[in-house]
């Protein structure tokens, strides 16, 4: 069996994140679990630190500062390269990702180096949604195809299980997302370096406990960072980004 971690970003999760790791237990017991939490004022990171002082395959890695959900994730990626992981399974801590699709994902991977849990493909779908969030995703799905040549449909979910060693050919230090753009721009990443794609369908729901951390903002920093990665691909070399470029906001 592949070695297999489980990562959650997290920032004000504490509700979801003591129901959220039995389950995660309960469907991948072989696997570890690592919980980047961005100094979360609701005492998520202690509550996950009282969970790891009983099971030795949960941790926490604190982080200092609310540094965002693409720097969250890229230190889940690090640390799965330079612990010799061979698998990484990332989903949201708010139960919008449920659990009980972890086997399909892993059964999808066996396959492909990217598999996507995804809301776009038949047998797929949203519950909770307002008509406005419905269109805002499709849209930059859409966007997301169109500039940076993907062929997934869903590129804007997180939860995707990936092949380590192909995430340990990509350069990291390239990566200009800092909020949610992040998740697109993996896509492309792996797309440079010729990993392949699968997609399995899930049924996202709105979140149990807690407040998204969506909003205008962060929509038009992905928009804008995507439209310069499109310009990098049609360039064929890298573009820098502006630092004066909207960072994220996940209060």
């Not at 070695?3 to 995660?24: D, F, G, H, K, S």
């Not at 990171?45 to 609310?66: M, N, Q």
């Not at 399974?89 to 086997?103: G, K, M, Q, T, V």
């Not at 792996?190 to 951390?213: H, L, S």
Request: glycine share 8%; with cysteine.
């Amino acid at each position: 069996m592949k070695r297999l971690l489980i990562t959650v970003c997290t920032y004000n999760e504490v509700q979801n994140i003591r129901l959220l790791i039995p389950e995660l237990r309960s469907a991948a017991p072989h696997a570890d679990i690592l919980v980047i939490d961005d100094n979360s004022p609701d005492g998520t990171g202690e509550a996950v630190t009282e969970i790891a002082a009983t099971d030795p395959h949960v941790s926490l890695l604190h982080r200092p500062a609310k540094m965002g959900l693409g720097s969250a994730a890229l230190a889940g990626f690090r640390h799965a390269i330079e612990n010799d992981y061979q698998q990484l399974l990332n989903l949201d801590a708010d139960f919008s990702h449920s659990p009980r699709y972890i086997p399909d994902l892993l059964k999808t991977a066996e396959t492909c180096d990217v598999a996507i849990g995804s809301r776009y493909v038949d047998g797929g779908g949203v519950v909770g949604w307002t008509l406005k969030r419905h269109l805002m995703s499709k849209s930059i799905n859409t966007y997301a195809r169109l500039f940076l040549g993907l062929k997934t449909h869903d590129n804007s979910g997180s939860y995707r299980c990936y092949n380590v060693n192909k995430l340990n050919e990509i350069d990291w230090d390239r990566t200009v997302a800092r909020g949610y753009a992040f998740l697109e721009e993996v896509l492309f990443r792996c797309r440079q370096v010729g990993c392949t794609f699968g997609e399995t369908p899930i049924v996202f729901e709105d979140r149990r406990y807690g407040a998204t951390k969506i909003n205008g903002k962060e929509v038009a920093a992905a928009l804008w960072v995507i439209f310069r990665l499109g310009l990098q691909r049609l360039a064929g070399a890298p573009v820098k980004i502006a630092a004066s470029e909207p960072g994220p906001d996940r209060s």
